[in-house]
Structures are given as structure tokens and as C-alpha cells.
């Protein structure tokens, strides 16, 4: 695995040295026509914020980091041989997949858990983190398509099977805006490879300006074919699972590819 991206001199002072780089890069050299992304790989806190305030095992959940994330698109990018981007920091610390500024970029609250670390911060807390979280990642993403040309780019997540008291009976969601075609292509070749799972379009979630960076700013900016791509998190509970699920994407990547020039 290559070194992480920067030196923590550079970022706003927030990180010290016991604590990690805050972007690691996976085949970063590769000059294949996929890009992964992972952004909520991590559940790391900066030794400075004291965990956040949070209970124990609270960064544990699925409120710090997506759940098996890191695993799958670690073994997809090695499938694939191509770069992945992975964020080491928990999305509690910043929110590398939302704007900065925004609601929930340094959340206050999440799925009713309260976030006493992000409380009444201000506007060069807030700086601070940008500098040492956000901007690492964002800056990976740029210099990595600034390497060589990328056809595809795909960020890797997972979802809980049960939010706010609600069942999610979907086993995977391709998230997309504009790019309707890929998503369906995605759906189309799991469908006919494992026909027994429920895929869905744009669920759990949605794309939209306000809460999302990838799609808006990176994806669509280019014009690349791309997803935001949901795991259920219960199928990545064991490195069987993981490996099924890296097989079925790789193989749906591959299909897209195929159609696209």
C-alpha cells in the first residue's frame, strides 16, 4: 500500500504525530481507466478532539465510518488493479463526501446520537479541519485524475440495514444524478449474475448539490461515467461476503467499461 498522501506539518496544526495521514492511497500508480473512492473507510478522531466526546463504542457504529466499505473496495481495487483513494478519518470528524460548511459536514447529531465535539465550533475549528481532513481528500481525488485519463470513477459505501426505526430491504443502491445509464448497466449485469439480490436506484439515498461532493463536484464536473455505489453492511460482515460482492462489482465495472469508448 503506498504512503498516505502529505505530510501532517501541512494540516492546520489539528493533527499530531501520533495521529495517521489522513488519506492512504491503494495502487496509486496505476494508470487504469477506474478510480475507487472510499470516503468514510476510517473511524479515526484527531488525538486533539478527545474522541469527540462521544460514549464508548460510539465511533464503532455505523454513525463513525461505513461498516466493511474499506474491505470491499480495498479487495475490488486489487481485483481491478486500479488506484483507490481511502479516507482515515471518521465522517464524524469531517464529512469528506459533503460540502464543507454544510449541515452535515462536521455534524452536531447523527441517527440520534449526540456529538459534543462538533458543538459550538467555530469558524477556524471548522477551517481547521478542512485543512487537515477535507483538503487531503479532495486533493487526492484531483491529482488522481490529473495522473492519467480515468473512463469511470466509483466511491464505495455501505449502509446499515435499519435507520431510524425503518427496515432497508434493498441489498445494494447505485447512486447517480445525471448518469442514469451507468447505474442501470451496474444494476442490469449483477441482476443477471446474482438475480436473487434487490437493487435499487438512488436508494437509500439521493444525490443533490447541497449534501454530496463526489457526484457534483468530481464525477459530473468531468464527465466520466460514475456511481456512488451502497453495500448493505450486513453482507460484509466476514471476508466471504466481501470477496462475493468485490466478484459481482468487479464483473458489472468490467461491463461498463466494455460499452464505454
Given at each position: 500500500m503506498d504512503a498516505g498522501e502529505n505530510g501532517r506539518a501541512a494540516h492546520g496544526g489539528l493533527l499530531r504525530a501520533n495521529d495517521p495521514a489522513p488519506v492512504t492511497l491503494r495502487h496509486g500508480q496505476a494508470a487504469s481507466p477506474v478510480l475507487l473512492l472510499c470516503e468514510h473507510a476510517g473511524r479515526a478522531v484527531p488525538e486533539a478532539l478527545n474522541g469527540l466526546g462521544l460514549p464508548d463504542g460510539a465511533i464503532d457504529r455505523h454513525i463513525g465510518w461505513d461498516i466493511g466499505a474499506e474491505d470491499l473496495a480495498c479487495r475490488l481495487a486489487d481485483r481491478l488493479r486500479c488506484p483507490l483513494i481511502l479516507q482515515r478519518y471518521s465522517r464524524?470528524?469531517?464529512?469528506?463526501?459533503?460540502?464543507?460548511g454544510s449541515e452535515e459536514s462536521i455534524p452536531e447529531v447523527s441517527d440520534s446520537t449526540r456529538v459534543p465535539g462538533n458543538i459550538g465550533l467555530s469558524a477556524a475549528d471548522h477551517a481547521a479541519r478542512r485543512q487537515a481532513i477535507f483538503d487531503p481528500m479532495n486533493d487526492a481525488i484531483t491529482a488522481a485524475f490529473e495522473?492519467?485519463?480515468?473512463?469511470?470513477?466509483?466511491?464505495?459505501?455501505?449502509?446499515?440495514?435499519?435507520?431510524?426505526?425503518?427496515?432497508?430491504?434493498?441489498?445494494?443502491?447505485?447512486?447517480?444524478?445525471?448518469?442514469?445509464?451507468?447505474?442501470?448497466?451496474?444494476?442490469?449485469?449483477?441482476?443477471?449474475?446474482?438475480?436473487?439480490?434487490?437493487?435499487?436506484?438512488?436508494?437509500?439515498?439521493?444525490?443533490?448539490?447541497?449534501?454530496?461532493?463526489?457526484?457534483?463536484?468530481?464525477?459530473?464536473?468531468?464527465?466520466?461515467?460514475?456511481?456512488?455505489?451502497?453495500?448493505?453492511?450486513?453482507?460484509?460482515?466476514?471476508?466471504?461476503?466481501?470477496?462475493?460482492?468485490?466478484?459481482?462489482?468487479?464483473?458489472?465495472?468490467?461491463?461498463?467499461?466494455?460499452?464505454?469508448?
Open positions: 464524524l470528524v469531517m464529512d469528506c463526501n459533503r460540502p464543507p495522473a492519467h485519463p480515468r473512463r469511470a470513477v466509483f466511491s464505495i459505501h455501505s449502509f446499515t440495514p435499519h435507520f431510524q426505526g425503518r427496515a432497508r430491504p434493498w441489498d445494494a443502491g447505485f447512486l447517480v444524478r445525471r448518469d442514469m445509464d451507468t447505474a442501470r448497466r451496474l444494476i442490469n449485469r449483477m441482476s443477471a449474475d446474482a438475480p436473487e439480490l434487490t437493487l435499487a436506484l438512488n436508494e437509500p439515498y439521493q444525490i443533490d448539490d447541497a449534501s454530496d461532493w463526489f457526484i457534483p463536484r468530481h464525477a459530473e464536473a468531468r464527465g466520466v461515467r460514475h456511481s456512488l455505489i451502497e453495500v448493505r453492511n450486513d453482507h460484509l460482515a466476514d471476508a466471504a461476503g466481501v470477496a462475493r460482492w468485490a466478484d459481482l462489482l468487479a464483473a458489472a465495472i468490467g461491463s461498463v467499461l466494455e460499452e464505454t469508448p
